[in-house]
């Protein structure tokens, strides 16, 4: 199985930050990777599919990019409502594995 | 609207069984692959299985840990898919999403708003 490890678990920047996610796979997953923002209490949305496809309707202070076995995810000017914990997912081959989790916080 | 509604949650004991069910609206069910993702209290996700189109005969896929104990299955008639939960344990204890894949992507476009399993004594 594909195992999936986020960095750093939890963040704190002020809005207008430039903040980046990192994703890594413990084998090489092309671009067969997703990124989801969950709010708290809520269930998850997709923010980017294919490594840096932005989903419809997601901001473009989004961005994803990478390939192979390393991914970034990039909010270009952080904002309050971008709150949330953000997850990777393989979906190269089942099992379709998730990463642990950042957690973005406002400093 | 595209929208998917979970249902069946409850208190179960360990050892016991629950079938939760998910209905969708919105969009043309039949052609969509299904999947359930849980995620137990303070935790991250977990991927549980998927259920294909009929186009590959509904074939399944599952996590290692509920393998051999949770059961996806769907009706396209009813546009609901559905997951049996088996000798369960206090570690099944999560909220339980079901999402639709996107047609053109394997990612995970539509999601539920969940339904919660507790398992205990």
């Known amino acids: 199985d594909v195992q999936m490890t986020q960095s750093p678990s939890s963040l704190s920047a002020s809005v207008g930050d430039r903040v980046t996610l990192t994703c890594r796979a413990s084998?090489?997953?092309?671009?067969?990777l997703a990124w989801y923002q969950q709010k708290p209490g809520r269930a998850p949305k997709l923010l980017i599919y294919a490594e840096s496809t932005l989903h419809s309707g997601v901001p473009s202070r989004f961005s994803g990019s990478g390939s192979g076995t390393d991914f970034t995810l990039t909010i270009s000017s952080l904002q309050p409502e971008d709150v949330a914990t953000y997850y990777c997912?393989?979906?190269?081959?089942?099992?379709?594995?998730f990463g642990g989790g950042t957690k973005v916080e406002i400093k | 609207e595209v929208q998917l509604v979970e249902s069946g949650g409850g208190l179960v004991q360990p050892g016991g069984s629950l079938r939760l069910s998910c209905v969708a609206a919105?969009?043309?069910?039949?052609?969509?692959?299904m999947e359930w993702v849980r995620q137990a209290p303070g935790e991250g996700l977990e991927w549980v299985g998927r259920i294909r189109n009929i186009a590959k005969s509904h074939t399944t896929e599952y996590a290692a840990s509920v393998k051999g104990r949770f059961i996806i299955s769907r009706d396209d008639s009813k546009n609901s898919v559905y997951l049996q939960l088996n000798s369960l344990k206090t570690e099944d204890t999560a909220v339980y999403y079901c999402?639709?894949?996107?047609?053109?992507?394997?990612?995970?476009?539509?999601w539920g708003k969940g339904t919660t399993v507790t398992v205990s004594s």
């Open positions: 999402a639709r894949e996107a047609s053109y992507d394997y990612a995970m476009d539509v």
């Open positions: 919105g969009f043309s069910f039949s052609d969509h692959y």
């Open positions: 997912q393989n979906y190269k081959s089942a099992p379709f594995t």
């Open positions: 084998q090489d997953i092309s671009n067969f």
